[in-house]
């Protein structure tokens, strides 16, 4: 049975966290619970550049350490996080664990790259946001351009008129702005030009078969060089082959994240990465994300 569970962890939390009315009261109470407990935790995953295999940023990616199921995916309990309001006092978590972590590396000299926090639709509504994101800037010490916050094209898409208020505030403040999952929603790339926008990651759906699926080969390489013309910087996610390294970098993807370099990893092993890194750099070996 343990081996069964081992095999399919989707099937297991699909059970355990179940969708009727008392599971997801159980989930958001064990939430509320985490949160007070420091029961979650921040994994990074690095963002590199295709051409040379530097890393040019982090993304920071939510875990719940949970004492019952140990290490739960944010897919697994960020929508009932959302239902319930808990995303906001969550994410604003993440968003100073992963300045202050950020701003940790730079003291170190171990890397000076942004690091990407995911928004969700929920802290955007707050009126709060901004002040809450500067105040953690101010208290960390981290300068607002080693900060990028990830929006995806719905929440971008579904107020225009306060997205592009609180992008302009956010410009104003000196962060970077980027669209996640990018091709998933409904939006246009000329239309997203009305906005202060950084940075383009394609969705890793259409990254995923661009060996073997010509469509899909296709979109990608329009997405990229439309992003170009816009001069919009441009990411892949989910790059996984060395193929698909050398298609996006042959059509000029600039970076890419993706288990071909790293999965995400806890705090400890991004720094001991980083060490390694720094001592491979100063003898002069070539960079270690470069495939
Ligand atoms: P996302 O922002 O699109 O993050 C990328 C996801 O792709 C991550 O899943 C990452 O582990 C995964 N990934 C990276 N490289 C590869 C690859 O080569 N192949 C495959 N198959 N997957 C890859 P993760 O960490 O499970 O996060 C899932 C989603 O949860 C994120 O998607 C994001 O939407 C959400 N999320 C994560 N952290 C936070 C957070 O702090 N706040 C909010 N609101 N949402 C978060
Ligand atoms: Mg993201
Ligand atoms: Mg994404
Ligand atoms: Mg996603």
Redesign the pocket.
């Known amino acids: 049975h343990a081996k069964e569970q081992g095999r399919n962890n989707y099937q297991f939390y699909e059970r355990r966290f179940s969708t009727s009315v008392s599971a997801r009261l159980n989930l958001e109470n064990r939430l509320r619970r985490a949160l007070e407990r420091d029961e979650f935790e ?2 990074y ?1 690095p963002q590199v550049e295709t051409a040379t295999g530097e890393f040019v940023g982090l ?5 719940w350490r949970d004492p019952e199921h140990g290490l739960v ?3 697994e309990f ?1 929508p009932v996080a ?1 239902d319930s309001g808990l ?1 906001v006092p ?2 604003e978590w ?1 968003l100073r664990t992963a300045c202050r972590q950020n701003q940790a590396w730079r003291s170190a000299r171990l890397l000076d790259v942004p690091v990407a ?4 639709a929920r ?1 955007f509504d707050e009126h709060t946001l901004l002040g809450t994101v500067a105040a953690i800037l101010d208290e960390t010490g981290l300068p607002p351009q080693r900060l990028e916050l ?1 929006l ?1 094209e719905t929440l971008i898409m579904r107020n225009p008129e306060l997205t592009a208020e609180l992008l302009d505030a956010g410009k104003r403040l000196g962060i970077l702005i980027s669209v ?2 990018f091709g998933t929603g409904y939006s246009s790339l000329a239309y997203l030009k009305r906005f202060p926008i950084d940075r383009l ?1 394609i ?2 759906s259409f990254i995923a078969d661009i060996e073997t699926e010509p469509d899909d080969a296709a979109i990608a390489q329009t997405i990229i060089a439309m992003a170009h013309t816009l001069r919009i910087d441009v990411l892949a ?4 082959t060395v193929a698909q390294l050398r298609m996006l970098r042959n059509w000029q993807c600039s970076a890419y ?4 370099c790293s ?2 990893l806890p705090t400890h092993e991004m720094t001991a990465l980083l060490r390694g890194l720094r001592a491979a750099h100063m003898l002069g070996l070539p960079e270690v994300g470069h495939a």
């Open positions: 921040v994994y995953q993304e920071a990616l939510l875990r995916s944010p897919d960020v959302e995303i969550i994410g993440v926090v995911n928004l969700s802290q990830e995806t996640d999952d990651k969705d890793r996610e989910g790059v996984e994240q993706g288990y071909l999965h995400p």
